[in-house]
């Protein structure tokens, strides 16, 4: 894995800018503008993938009316703007790009929007006018499973202590966070926005953990996506990376042109592959893509720790796993068990993330209430 990203350097002037993108759509009236300034390039560029990249996030706008649809214009050089959008459930969408003449299309019509710019090496960002507005017409897309979609993805360990990721995080002993071969779900820093489940493929251990890097083969295959960014005939929930390996999609490269050594389209930080799953080596795992979901959800909030997942609402439950510090959980369903005193201070209250995978909600700062769990 480490030789892999490492000796990819010479391809960082090489990247794809655009994201899932629609022909610019006839506006309604009550379209809303601003402008975003041009921005500093100098932040510290990721070490750890196939192009050097940074995020940055521009201050969430609140507008009056609801909006689907983001125009920009040209960010300058080495830039590429990204959108989002606050949803019913109080959870983010996706991030999609935007780029001139071709507007970015939320999954539904949100007051609250928020950009980004990812910017790669020799960047030189410019002033951007953004324009929102809400298409007539539109519907909502198709709904997904309310824990979000789950598809079986080879893993390997990311290592790389040390290293930046490409949301700026410095990589340190026992990580506890994943790579996606696609920004579409890239968390920012210190943030669990975009959480992943991931689990041996028994069952017999998960953890959730935030999605803080880019990676490993690919940077533009979100493969979770029933429309995927990049290859489109691929199916759904195949990496492009397991494409390669074992058909010889593209004859057997990736997006770079590099051979694909193995089929990964998941790295998984030391912490969560050594100590959440317990994997002795590079492993086919169960991954659920939290942000695909809907419904009851909280966020992860400890002292610095990985909060215990187990298999009951009891301290003497057996251990399962790990729910990594800002991961952003789905919820099942709300036990009472054993009383906990933690962040969110004492309480008895207890959260199913899955069947038989609890943890106290003295660690879990509330989203989206859960309703009782009818049974254990």
């Known amino acids: ?6 000796r990819s350097a010479a391809l960082s002037a090489v990247i794809g800018l655009v994201l899932t993108l629609v022909p610019e759509p006839v506006r309604t009236t009550g379209a809303v503008s601003w402008t975003l300034p041009a921005s500093r390039a100098d932040l510290a560029l990721s070490t750890t993938s196939p192009v050097g990249m940074s995020v940055r996030e521009s201050p969430v706008r609140h507008l009056d009316s609801p909006v689907d649809t983001v125009a920009v214009t040209a960010p300058g050089q080495g830039t590429a703007v990204d959108v989002r959008g606050l949803r019913s459930d109080g959870t983010w969408s996706e991030w999609v790009g935007a780029r001139p003449g071709a507007a970015a299309v939320l999954p539904e019509a949100t007051t609250s929007v928020q950009t980004r710019l990812a910017l790669t090496a020799g960047a030189r960002p410019r002033a951007i006018d953004v324009t929102a507005w ?20 080879f893993a390997t360990r990311e290592g790389l202590v040390g290293g930046t990721t490409a ?27 975009y959480t992943v489940k991931v689990c041996t493929t028994d069952g017999a251990r ?5 999605v803080w890097d880019v990676g490993p083969w690919n940077t533009r295959d979100d493969h979770w996506n029933a429309e995927r960014d990049m290859w489109p005939g691929l199916p759904h929930g195949k990496p492009q990376a397991q494409a390669a390996y074992q058909d010889g999609h593209n004859g057997g ?10 089929p990964a389209g998941i790295d998984l ?12 080596t590079n492993a086919w795992v169960d991954v659920t893509y939290q942000w695909t979901g809907h419904g009851p959800w909280g966020t992860v909030e400890t002292g610095g720790w990985q909060l215990n997942v187990r298999t009951g609402p009891s301290l003497d439950a057996d251990r399962v796993g790990y729910a990594a510090r800002h991961a952003q959980v789905r919820i099942d369903c709300a036990a009472t068990g054993d009383r906990v005193r933690g962040t969110q201070g004492a309480t008895a209250r207890w959260y199913r993330l899955a069947p038989g995978m609890y943890v106290s909600a003295a660690y879990v700062r509330p989203g989206l209430a859960a309703a009782p769990c009818r049974q254990p």
Do not use: Y
């Open 134 to 153: 809400r298409a007539p017409g539109r519907r909502m897309g198709a709904m997904t499973p309310a824990q979000g979609t789950t598809f079986r993805i």
């Open 1 to 6: 894995m480490i030789s892999r990203r490492r």
């Open 253 to 262: 490269r990736d997006q770079f042109g590099r051979v694909v050594r193995n």
């Open 269 to 280: 930080a030391d912490g969560t592959f050594w100590d959440g799953l317990r994997l002795p």
């Open 206 to 210: 998960c953890e959730w953990a935030p």
């Open 167 to 193: 949301n700026g995080h410095v990589i340190t002993e026992r990580d506890h966070f994943v790579a996606l071969p696609s920004r579409r779900g890239l968390a920012s820093r210190g943030s669990g926005n």
